[in-house]
């Protein structure tokens, strides 16, 4: 199995943007958790997380984007982080075929004139990682 990244969809709802992604990585749900839900993992092709308290309601930090707090956690599927700043990242995660892993990505945004988030070239990275 090959990952690949499905053509990302946005949205627009008021004033706040909805991006969602599917990406398919070759890889155990176990090895894609640690890359989204742990400082090491989400520094390895994302941004450092200065601080991640790994549960509901824990502090999250994102070096490019702000601190906030985890609002949804659920171990080996679902991790995300609404921060301050008005932005929600959610990882939602689901075995495909055998050894696969299908990360289903939404992040929403608010309106406040920034480019779109340029998460293709992160999941790029993402996928090449070893």
């Known amino acids: 199995m090959s990952g690949s990244i499905a053509q990302g969809t946005s949205q627009t709802h008021g004033s706040t943007h909805i991006l969602h992604f599917l990406v398919r990585l070759p890889r155990p749900m176990e090895d894609v958790w640690q890359a989204v839900a742990t400082p090491a993992g989400i ?3 994302f941004t450092a997380a200065d601080v ?15 601190g906030g707090r985890v609002t949804a956690w659920d171990v080996d599927r679902v991790a995300e982080y609404t921060l301050d700043a008005g932005d929600r990242l959610r990882f939602h995660l689901e075995r495909d075929g055998e050894d696969g892993t ?28 070893p």
């Open 52 to 66: 991640l308290e790994p549960r509901l309601g824990g502090a999250v930090t994102l070096r490019d984007l702000g």
């Open 102 to 129: 299908a990360l289903r990505f939404t992040h929403e945004y608010p309106d406040d004139e920034r480019p779109e988030p340029g998460w293709r070239a992160r999941f790029e990275r993402l996928l090449s990682r």
């Open 43 to 45: 520094a390895g092709w």
